[in-house]
């Protein structure tokens, strides 16, 4: 299992993606059935497409970190987030981060956030996108190492903590 993360943008568009990779036969794979076939309001869970019938490769199930509250923010999700983790994936299996031999025994759980306020689809795009092949590569290559989290962790500034 490889596990990413990353965090870019700014303002109520920021991007910050969780995600999990693994095979389709383990604990990934048994999270990606999860997540696709539980849904509750408010957590429309959905596959990663770059166009309605060309779903990504490996599989990649998208879940929402908030509960969507409208739809503006559905609309969102379902469109430039959507697109931004589809076309992410799909330009890490063309750069060979993760190896196009194993597309079809690997999925991917993505968790994605949109805020409420948001309002450029563009950036939303962007910032998702940016996040995604981030996560996507810091995944494949288990970054950070503990070797680096030790040693940045009393340096460590996080933008949301109020510290």
């Known amino acids: 299992m490889h596990v990413g993360e990353a965090l870019v943008g700014d303002g109520f568009e920021v991007s910050h993606i969780d995600l999990l990779i693994g095979e389709k036969t383990g604990p990934v794979g048994s999270a990606f059935a999860s997540a696709l076939t539980t849904q509750s309001q408010g957590h429309s869970n959905l596959l990663a497409v770059l166009e309605p ?5 490996p ?21 430039p987030a959507q697109y931004a983790v589809a076309k992410a994936v799909a330009d890490s299996v063309a750069e060979g981060v993760i190896p196009a031999d194993q597309a079809e025994n690997l999925c991917i759980v ?7 306020k948001a309002e450029d689809d563009k950036k939303i ?6 996040a995604t092949k981030l996560s996507i590569a810091r995944a494949m290559k288990n970054e950070p190492s503990a070797e680096e989290m030790v040693a940045k962790k009393d340096s460590a500034k996080h933008p949301f903590s109020g510290v």
């Open 53 to 57: 019938n060309l779903a990504v490769k």
């Open 59 to 79: 599989a990649t199930v998208m879940i929402t970190k908030v509960s969507i509250k409208g739809e503006k923010q559905a609309v969102q999700m379902f469109g």
């Open 110 to 116: 993505c968790g994605v956030f949109i805020h409420w």
């Open 125 to 130: 795009f962007e910032y998702n996108y940016e």
